[in-house]
């Protein structure tokens, strides 16, 4: 049995986590913050060797402002947080963002270049986070690329420039949704999908390590 050494998580069901309980729906950003830095945890001692989260859409860009406001204040707290957790020095945790990030406020676009920069050397898992992701515009602007610098387009060079290269071997998706929202639409083609009734601070370690072990009793074809 193999495990997945590629993990793709799209995080969902923060907002109706916290209406569930009575509270503002950023209050659910706040628990699922933890429920990712647990994830990224129980994933270094699961010896992953990628760990992507769908974190942020183009479509989320939308929302309500207030919200969005909260949601940016919450994402500059944690990320400084992680900047000087100890563990991700002693676990060697490199950091990679991707999406069209200049859509994200000027303070949070420093302080991913700085955590890229502070991890940049770490030969430990590599930890994605998607922000003001989408699965289209990835592709879109990858075929741009090969138009405007006169190359061929086919598979190889379209992959070449994505902005994720690497495919995942399993996605897993909280929320009791079971739709893919754009993520990944590339590079998925061959990956396992399992939806979860959990929303996404309800997530614990187990649930983790039974989607992997449904995972690794797969027998996976790739269509031959």
């Known amino acids: 049995m193999t495990k997945p050494s590629h993990l793709a998580i799209i995080i969902d069901g923060n907002r109706r986590w916290a209406k569930k309980i009575l509270l503002q729906p ?3 950003h706040e628990k699922g913050a933890e ?4 994830t990224i945890m129980w994933a270094s001692e699961l010896d992953m060797k990628m760990l992507t989260f ?3 859409s183009n479509e989320n860009l939308k929302r309500d402002k207030e919200e969005l406001n909260h949601f940016w204040e919450i994402s500059k707290r944690w990320f400084k947080k992680v900047k ?6 002693e676990k ?34 590599i930890v994605n986070f998607c922000m003001a992701y989408g699965g ?10 090969l138009v405007e610098n006169k190359e061929e387009v086919n598979e190889d060079t379209i992959k070449k420039n994505l902005w994720l290269q690497e495919e995942p071997e399993l996605i897993i998706r909280t929320g009791a949704r079971s739709r893919t929202s754009n993520f990944l639409p590339w590079q998925s083609i061959y990956s396992e999908w399992i939806f979860l009734d959990k929303l996404w601070p ?7 390590e039974d ?8 027998q996976r074809n790739f269509g031959k």
């Open 84 to 89: 000087e957790d100890k563990r991700i020095k």
């Open 26 to 28: 950023w209050k659910g």
């Open 35 to 38: 429920t990712v830095e647990n």
């Open 54 to 56: 769908y974190a942020l």
């Open 92 to 125: 060697q945790i490199k950091f990679k963002f991707i999406g069209n990030l200049t859509l994200l406020p000027p303070d949070l676009q420093d302080l991913f270049k700085e955590l890229e920069e502070d991890t940049e050397k770490h030969k430990g898992m």
């Open 136 to 145: 289209r515009q990835e592709i879109v602007d990858a075929i741009k690329k």
């Open 211 to 218: 989607c992997i072990e449904k995972f690794e009793n797969i």
């Open 202 to 208: 309800e997530l614990t370690k187990h649930d983790m």
